[in-house]
């Protein structure tokens, strides 16, 4: 048996749809872009999703026999299905790294696809405007062109309404997953402004990394030196370490906003 469904291979609702149909006797024998196919099982099991490395695909699927797998070419992560008996099953925890590169590219994808459907529609909706100016206005074809703008209006909302949750889904998802990892490469933090004044040589913030990531920016003849910080922390969090760690004061914290931290 074969049927069509689209998921985010791997992600929980795909767990709990094939578990459903695991309980009704359908075991997962392949899964093919939207296509699982299935076969009748004798007994139920329950189907654990993993996320792997892809160069680390193959010879797991070789050892331990999944029922399937699917690849994520392009992002280069494998996700392996496996069945498991309902009691003493694992719980897998590993693949965090892999879950965050997906559900990332998942984000992107939604949101992309959700301004493609608003500026698709927004185009044929000024094709139509554009059109009807330069034929011949009767009452007829103003009606069908304003119902024609009024069905793409609410198009475009629930196109937004769909996308915007979807992408939210991912996005509250993500952010738990980058809490785990510690994985902030690929995302946006806020720069602080940090001006270190009065230095003999450049101050040395290689013991600060924890902070943050450090950019250094400009500096002058009179010892000043100018760093921009990427971090998720505070202007005053960001001062307080400062003087914990440096022998000297002397120094700025600016935020974002280019507002001054007070001192305390």
């Given amino acids: 048996m074969q049927k069509r469904r689209f998921f985010l291979k791997g992600s929980l609702a795909e767990s709990r749809w094939l578990n459903r149909q695991a309980h009704h006797g359908w075991q997962l024998t392949a899964v093919r872009g939207c296509h699982y196919q299935f076969k009748p ?69 939604a949101i992309n696809s959700m301004n493609a459907w608003v500026i698709g529609l927004w185009l044929l909706m000024c094709a139509a405007v554009f059109g009807s100016a330069q034929g011949n206005a009767n009452a007829v074809l103003t009606n069908l062109l304003l119902g024609a703008l009024g069905i793409g209006g609410g198009l475009m909302l629930v196109g937004m309404m769909m996308g915007g949750h979807l992408a939210l889904r991912y996005h509250r998802q993500v952010r738990q997953l980058i809490q785990r990892t510690g994985d902030r490469q690929a995302t946006w933090q806020p720069t602080l402004h940090i001006q ?69």
């Fill in 196 to 264: 270190f004044h009065h230095q003999t040589q450049a101050p040395d913030v290689s013991g600060l990394t924890k902070l943050g990531k450090w950019l250094p920016t400009m500096h002058n003849q009179r010892g000043d030196y100018y760093f921009d910080l990427r971090t998720n922390l505070s202007p005053i969090e960001i001062r307080n370490e400062l003087q914990k760690q440096l022998h000297y004061q002397d120094f700025t914290v600016m935020s974002w906003l280019g507002l001054l931290t007070p001192v305390k």
């Fill in 41 to 109: 099982a004798e007994h139920v099991v329950t189907v654990m999703t993993e996320y792997v490395p892809v160069d680390a695909l193959k010879p797991l699927a070789a050892q331990f026999k999944p029922l399937a797998s699917y690849t994520y070419e392009r992002l280069e992560v494998g996700v392996v299905y496996t069945g498991q008996p309902v009691i003493g099953r694992r719980v897998v925890t590993a693949d965090d790294k892999e879950r965050l590169k997906v559900t990332r590219w998942a984000r992107d994808l």
